[in-house]
């Protein structure tokens, strides 16, 4: 039987007769495949990564593990449709902690309709994309009581700017990969990862005499709908969200006073969660 993810964070949701993604109690996550040019050019993507032999397996990890196409009964009720069959990167976890962030100061590209380029112009400028390379497109985070969870709504997330994000789940964890992703986007040239996402997860361990704190974070990437072929020239747009991601990160890590929870929101903002604790969280 297939359910709504409890913990999706951005992105087309199967909820009120939308289409949106599914998942399975086997740890498979169900992406429909958009009717337009996007849910080929995701299969597309899926397919040659897949079979790409030149990706290394270090890299690979990065990436959902892809089981295929299958036909199954879309969360719309318009019957059975094609979807992508993904690994569940949340599968496994109970209260996972999740941010998803839209890499590139700009996610248009030159292949794309005027329509969807006009689309993401405005929604560069209006958000930190232009002014940061990266922005934030969602997030959850689990506080340390049992049933405290941040989730806010997406107008709230939208209206984050540089001074106002706040990076749950820094350290050594999350560093360290991203820059082993730097890594490879400094010689890839097959991809152009357009409008793609990272999603930095990691499990919330609720504080007790023995217990605390967070496990080990992953970081994955997400969202190929608008992936182009590299044509031998570097990712320079995700090239420099990256580091401008890894940057913010580091300087977050070397200077936590400056960004404490009360700098991430908006006096409209303060009766959400988080509290302090829980922004401090360390991975
Ligand atoms: O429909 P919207 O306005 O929520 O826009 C979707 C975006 O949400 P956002 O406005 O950034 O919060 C959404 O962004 P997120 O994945 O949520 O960051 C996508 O950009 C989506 O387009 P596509 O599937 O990548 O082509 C966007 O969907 P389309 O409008 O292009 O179908
Ligand atoms: N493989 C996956 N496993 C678990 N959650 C996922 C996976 N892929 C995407 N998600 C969740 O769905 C959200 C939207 O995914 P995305 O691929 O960007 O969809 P869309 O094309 O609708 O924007 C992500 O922010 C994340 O919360």
């Not at 939308?18 to 849910?39: A, N, T």
């Not at 380029?117 to 009581?145: A, P, W």
């Not at 990691?202 to 023995?210: M, Q, S, T």
Request: proline share 5%; hydrophobic share 30%.
């Amino acid at each position: 039987m297939l359910k709504v993810p409890e913990h999706q964070v951005a992105g087309h949701q199967a909820l009120d007769g939308h289409l949106g993604p599914l998942i399975d109690d086997s740890g498979r996550f169900y992406k429909p495949l958009q009717s337009d040019e996007r849910g080929s050019k995701e299969m597309s993507f899926y397919t040659s990564f897949s079979s790409n032999t030149r990706i290394p397996e270090h890299i690979r990890r990065f990436f959902p593990v892809f089981h295929g196409t299958q036909l199954v009964e879309a969360s719309d009720g318009s019957g059975r449709k094609p979807h992508l069959v993904l690994e569940d990167i949340t599968s496994g976890h109970s209260k996972p902690c999740v941010m998803d962030i839209k890499i590139g100061s700009r996610t248009w590209y030159p292949q794309a309709s005027e329509d969807y380029i006009q689309r993401c112009f405005k929604k560069d400028r209006e958000t930190s994309s232009l002014s940061l390379g990266f922005r934030v497109s969602g997030l959850q985070v689990y506080g340390n009581k049992e049933s405290e969870v941040w989730k806010p709504e997406r107008k709230v997330v939208k209206r984050v700017t540089g001074d106002k994000v706040s990076v749950y789940g820094g350290s050594t964890g999350i560093l360290a990969q991203l820059l082993e992703l730097k890594a490879w986007f400094e010689d890839q040239t097959t991809y152009h990862f357009n409008s793609c996402s990272v999603l930095m997860l990691y499990e919330k361990k609720l504080l007790g005499p023995k217990e605390g704190g967070s496990t080990a974070a992953e970081v994955k990437l997400v969202d190929f709908a608008h992936v182009t072929e590299g044509n031998g020239v570097i990712d320079h747009n995700f090239l420099g969200g990256l580091c401008s991601l890894i940057k913010f990160i580091s300087e977050i890590l070397t200077n936590p006073d400056e960004h404490s929870p009360r700098t991430c929101l908006q006096d409209s903002d303060k009766n959400d969660f988080p509290t302090e604790n829980g922004a401090a969280e360390s991975n």
